[in-house]
């Protein structure tokens, strides 16, 4: 009922730009936690960047000062601002949500988006 649905992915020089952002649709409450995680091939799926619905915002360290994390809880959206892009950005970004509750009274403690891809590369 719940979907969370990605856009923005694409291919981009490094030093460049690019901003995805995730909807989540359906009958939502709240989200407790939305973020971004990512997977290149050969590597575990790694957290880049959350924000909780109050705002506290956490990135890892090789996207530090590079990615802003944003959201707009009344929309149900969150976005990645990614800027000075280098290839080892490269990977699927997954949209993340947790603790999703809806107007019916259900709680999904975890979901994830399909996925989009970002290349940089020249």
């Known amino acids: 009922q719940v979907q969370l649905v990605e856009s923005g992915g694409g291919l981009v020089q490094p030093g460049g730009f690019l901003n995805l952002s995730c909807v989540a649709s359906?009958?939502?409450?709240?989200?407790?936690?939305m973020g971004w995680y990512r997977q290149a091939p050969g590597k575990q799926r790694e957290l880049v960047a959350r924000?909780?619905?109050?705002?506290?915002?956490k990135y890892a360290d090789p996207v530090k000062g590079r990615f802003t994390i944003s959201r707009d809880n009344a929309k149900n959206t969150v976005s990645l601002e990614m800027n000075s892009l280098k290839p080892e950005d490269t990977a699927v970004y997954y949209c993340?949500?947790?603790?999703?509750?809806?107007?019916?009274?259900?709680?999904?403690?975890?979901?994830w988006g399909q996925g989009t891809q970002v290349t940089v590369s020249a």
């Open positions: 993340h949500a947790e603790v999703v509750r809806t107007l019916s009274g259900s709680q999904t403690p975890l979901m």
């Open positions: 359906g009958d939502i409450f709240s989200i407790y936690i």
């Open positions: 924000i909780t619905s109050g705002g506290t915002t």
